[in-house]
């Protein structure tokens, strides 16, 4: 056991020096959007942010309530002097959201085609929920260093499993009546995807969404550890030198980025799957 552990460590060490500029170089354009979201959140005038964010909940909410509670959350947190942190963090909690998204939910559409491939992927997601965050991150430190890069690819590995699983089984569960009425109207493969199935799954896919944001959140910390700016990082800090005062006020900020993406994201999801409903005459 000892000469196999030599050998995977010597073998990843050798991988990581031949391969690794090429990887991090592979990154170098998501690195970039990543610096220029964040400094884009980080300059524009905090008025201007919490307006845009205010439309965005009341978009995904319609409610006041949620509105009014994140306008004051927001306020609170720029107030206490998180601001800056905040921004860093609302920037690679959307980043890494969007890239769970893109590439979550194609494969959660070919999982819900082939019954070989989703029983290949599901030990896969398995791993990626129940592994310890320590673990995946020493072979992503070795391979691209600390910073930016290394922290959005840990948050996903951890954040992706939710919207693979429900648009899986979003798509799944489609009446198949209607795939069948579809067929019976001469629609594609293509049609029945985008016009019947994915529609009716979206309620699962938003709930998917919601998952791996909450999961995302949950990271932050973990993240700030290889060198990821945040809300984190102050935690961290608090940890180790035992800033109660510090520790408190970081931590309930993320809390409350985390209650109003939840609410804005379950509550479109409701209206959402309401609408569906009543379209189809469920």
């Known amino acids: 056991m000892r000469d196999l ?3 995977i460590d010597i073998s990843f060490k050798d991988f990581s020096r031949t391969y690794g500029d090429g990887i991090e170089t592979f990154f170098d354009p998501l690195l970039y959007f ?9 300059n524009a005038h905090w008025p201007l942010i919490i307006i845009v964010i205010a439309i965005m909940a ?3 909410s319609r409610s006041w309530l949620v509105v009014a509670g994140t306008i004051c959350s927001f306020l609170v947190i720029g107030y206490f002097g998180m601001w800056e942190d905040t921004m860093s963090t609302l920037a690679i909690i959307s980043v890494s959201t969007l890239l769970c998204i893109s590439v979550g939910i194609p494969i959660g559409i070919l999982m819900s085609r082939s019954d070989r491939l989703q029983s290949m992927v599901t030990p896969v997601l398995d791993v990626m929920q129940t592994i310890p965050s320590f673990v995946y991150l020493i072979p992503v430190v070795m391979l691209l260093g600390i910073g930016k890069v290394p922290g959005l690819i840990a948050v996903c590995i951890y954040a992706i499993p939710p919207i693979v699983r429900l648009t899986n089984l979003g798509i799944r569960l489609v009446n198949k009546e209607v795939l069948e009425a579809s067929e019976s109207f001469g629609a594609s493969y293509s049609q ?13 896919i938003f709930a998917g969404v919601n998952q ?9 910390v ?6 990821v700016k945040g809300l984190g990082v ?8 035992q800033y109660l005062a510090l520790g408190m006020l970081n931590g309930l900020a993320i809390v409350a980025l985390a209650i109003i993406f939840d609410r804005i994201s379950q509550s479109f999801g409701k ?8 379209e189809h005459g469920v």
């Open 5 to 7: 552990k030599k050998y």
């Open 34 to 42: 990543l610096v220029w979201f964040e400094k884009l959140l980080i």
């Open 58 to 60: 009341w978009i995904g």
């Open 192 to 204: 029945k995807l985008f016009g019947v199935q994915i529609p009716l799954a979206l309620p699962n």
């Open 212 to 220: 791996t944001i909450m999961m995302a959140l949950a990271m932050v």
């Open 222 to 227: 973990i993240a700030s550890m290889i060198g």
């Open 234 to 241: 102050p935690v961290l800090r608090a940890v180790s030198n």
């Open 271 to 278: 209206r959402m799957q309401k609408h569906l409903e009543s």
